[in-house]
């Protein structure tokens, strides 16, 4: 509809004002026509000029009549037409000034909504908003619970307050009033009486109580279509909305859909912010403000909040051997037990890892800190069964006191890391408290850490060589290639001052492929010197094999330096064997095809299961040096090393014994037919130039206790 006069409206008004000027131009030329016969009759005198003129006159009264007829009948239209002009523009006004209401409403909410004022807050907007514009409608909102089920709660200000009490709680179902029905069905519903319609059966009276007579509900839903609550308006008296409430209310429930989903991702990005994603468990973040707050308190109550830093043992193992998913369970239900040993107001976080911290608020005397840390030890040494296997872990705790060891959040984490790496050292499932003197290795640690990542980058690192010889005719046979680190300060290091340290930065990956280049290119230089009768070992770590591309850097090694495979021997341990995995298995598969051979290293001190032996391509086992040292003592060992010979002579398989320190050990193992021997008896690890020396028949040079 327009709000302006078209032309022909126009020429109407103007044509009826013409009309009027027309009736008063007709009674002018009546009068003057009267006039003029009455002149004629009396200066004429006779009959038939009068006659005459009486003709005219009355054809043009009669002509002027109907002219005058035609006008008013137009005049009565036009008058019509502008009557219905009017009317119509006063309704586009009425509808007009609606909906520049509604605009408003609508883009006061989505300011609302745009500057992050609380949902709640929003949603009564939105409702006050409708009501405005319901004619005695009562509009209300109820939210669905994360759990698509429950009602959780009912925002309507304008419904009697025991009511909407009512609706929270109230499970969604095929017949749960309009509300209930329309989230069940996700679905408009509209109940034009309530006292009659079947759908609110079990509601009805708590709705005619309240003076509810009509319902009808609209679903409200995310862009993904999921139902997140209901928009309903209620009468007092039975009634169906019309055109202008359903516009409407579309606009309101599209509006609340944007402000739930918005609440809803701010809800889920605080919640990812603040929590674990595997355990649920609150991260770093809220571990620290949690912590912040039991100082506080502490500092008010003049009391102490402990921090618990607990470290699974052996989960390293279980993650490498069984893969990240049976870890991810394991951890999982570490969380359970862990929330099993401690109270509702204490918490429990995971900082990553098999890293879990509790924070224990308000608490008197360091007693209760043990008391919690004993509990937890005795719960993580029960066994998990995960994937059908029973795997024993355990744990090492370190513990931190407010106020003795820090007065803040970081520092008492750092300080009871310090005390669990301590307790981990001094054995494992032991708990430990901090104390100075842990503050201060703590700090070696971080110290010689520094100097090993210097280490790789300065080339500090060289190999010493142990020769193993055949017990049979005592004939040297090859040698262990051993790791030392040149250390500037301290000297020449052997592994067991840095080896778990480069595992545990996953450095040890990077230093076992120098090993193998430098091994290999060493046993190249022996066999130039026509030393073609030695094998060379090489250890490998767990690392080299998950890292995946072992077969490559063994097949660079050897053609680098034009070495056959035949000349080295490849060392691991269970630990490798642990992650039975098709990919390991592959990998040793290839290995064994290029011509390698493949030695069980330190053998019967892991699960020396025979399933190893049975899937896995092993050449060689090394009867572990612990073994070899107590035969003597205990003849339980001595049993063992006999089988394990027996073990590996019935498998076609060689033996050999690490750590022969004295003749009769060397006699005993050559009477049980092992194959070689390794040991300080027959020779400790040397440099490169003194097995040279071996190998040519001469002395080595200054070979003492200490040469590696
Ligand atoms: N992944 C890699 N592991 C390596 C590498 N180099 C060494 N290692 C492993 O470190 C562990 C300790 O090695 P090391 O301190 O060199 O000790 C070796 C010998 O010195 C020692 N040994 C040998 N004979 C005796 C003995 O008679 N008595 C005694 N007390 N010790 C002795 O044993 C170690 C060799 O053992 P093994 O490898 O099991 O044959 C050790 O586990 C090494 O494997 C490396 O480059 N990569």
């Given amino acids: 509809m327009k709000n302006h006069l078209s032309a022909h409206q ?6 009826g004002e013409r009309t009027e000027q027309q009736i008063a131009r007709l009674n002018k030329i009546i009068t003057a026509l009267m006039d003029r016969a009455e002149r004629s009759m009396s200066q004429q005198g006779s009959d038939f000029g009068l006659f005459q003129a009486t003709l005219t006159l009355e054809d043009e009264v009669e002509q002027r009549t109907q002219e005058l007829t035609e006008a008013l009948a137009e005049n009565k239209k036009i008058t019509q037409s502008l009557y219905e002009l009017t009317a119509s523009l006063k309704d586009e006004i009425r509808q007009r000034k609606r909906a520049e209401a509604l605009h408003a409403g609508q883009y ?7 500057a992050n004022i609380p949902l709640k807050q929003v949603l009564r907007q939105i409702t006050a908003w409708i009501e405005s514009h319901s004619n005695g409608g009562i509009a209300s909102i109820v939210l669905l619970a994360s759990d698509d089920k429950t009602i959780s709660d009912c925002l309507a200000p304008s419904l009697p307050q025991e009511y909407a009490q009512a609706l929270t709680g109230v499970q969604i179902g095929p017949q749960t009033g309009s509300c209930g029905t329309a989230m069940y069905f996700n679905k408009e519903v509209t109940v034009e009486d309530i006292s009659c319609d079947p759908l609110w059966t079990n509601y009805r009276d708590l709705a005619l109580e309240n003076g509810l007579r009509a319902c009808w509900s609209t679903p409200i ?14 009468y007092r008296q039975p009634q169906l909305p019309d055109a202008d409430q359903r516009e409407m209310v579309s606009g309101a429930v599209h509006l609340a859909g944007i402000a739930l989903e918005r609440a809803r991702s701010e809800e889920r990005i605080h919640y990812m912010a603040h929590h674990d994603a595997l355990t649920g468990l609150p991260n770093r973040t809220q571990l620290q403000d949690r912590i912040d707050s039991a100082i ?5 109550h003049t009391s102490h909040t402990a921090v618990l830093m607990i470290d699974l043992d052996r989960f390293k193992h279980v993650n490498d051997s069984l893969g990240h998913h049976a870890g991810d369970e394991i951890l999982k239900e570490v969380a359970e037990r862990l929330a099993e040993c401690v109270r509702d107001s204490d918490t429990i976080a995971r900082l990553g890892g098999d890293e879990f911290v509790i924070n224990l608020p ?16 005795q719960q993580l040494e029960k066994p998990f069964f ?6 024993q872990l355990g744990a090492s705790i370190g513990i931190s006191m407010y106020p003795e060891d820090g007065d803040n959040a970081d520092d008492l984490l750092r300080t009871a890391d310090t005390a669990m790496y301590a307790a981990k050292q001094t054995g494992r499932g032991q708990y430990c408290y901090f104390t100075e003197e842990l503050n201060k290795a703590a700090h070696e640690h971080i110290v010689l850490l520094s100097q090993l990542q210097q280490a790789i980058k300065n080339h500090e690192f060289c190999l010493y060589y142990q020769p193993l010889y055949r017990l049979s005719d005592d004939r040297l046979v090859g040698a262990e290639a051993l790791l030392r680190w040149q250390h500037p300060q301290r000297g020449l290091l052997a592994p067991g001052h840095f080896l778990y340290m480069l595992e545990e930065h996953g450095l040890m990956a990077d230093v076992g492929s120098w090993v193998l ?3 290999c290119a060493q046993m190249a230089t022996w066999l130039q010197h026509g030393h073609s009768n030695i094998r060379l070992s090489i250890n490998l770590a767990a690392d080299q094999f998950y890292r995946g591309n072992l077969v490559a850097e063994v097949e660079d090694a050897l053609r680098r330096n034009k070495l056959a495979a035949e000349h080295i021997v490849l060392e691991f341990t269970e630990t490798v064997l642990l992650r039975n995995s098709e990919s390991i298995i592959a990998t040793m598969k290839a290995l064994k095809m290029m011509g390698v051979k493949m030695s069980l290293d330190d053998f019967g001190t892991g699960y020396s299961s025979l399933s190893y032996l049975h899937s896995f391509p092993v050449d060689q086992l090394k009867i572990d040096r612990s073994f070899i040292q107590a035969t003597n003592e205990k003849k339980i060992t001595l049993d063992i090393v006999t089988s394990i010979v027996r073990l590996a002579q019935s498998l076609g398989i060689q033996s050999v014994a690490e750590g022969l320190e004295t003749p009769e050990q060397k006699a005993l193992m050559k009477q049980l037919n092992c194959d070689y021997g390794q040991g300080y008896m027959l020779g400790r690890p040397m ?3 003194n097995f040279s020396r071996l190998l040519n028949g001469d002395r080595p040079m200054a070979i003492h206790k200490n040469d590696g």
């Fill in 10 to 15: 126009a020429n109407d008004i103007i044509a």
């Fill in 108 to 114: 006061q909410i989505q300011e609302l909504i745009t």
């Fill in 687 to 689: 440099s490169a130039e």
């Fill in 517 to 519: 280049q430098q091994g």
């Fill in 386 to 391: 995960i994937r059908k296997q029973q795997l």
């Fill in 362 to 377: 308000d608490i008197e005397h360091d007693y209760s800190a043990s008391m919690v840390a004993s509990n937890i030890l």
């Fill in 221 to 234: 839903t995310a862009t993904s279509g999921q139902v997140l609550g209901s928009f309903a308006i209620y």
């Fill in 296 to 300: 506080e308190m502490a500092r008010r």
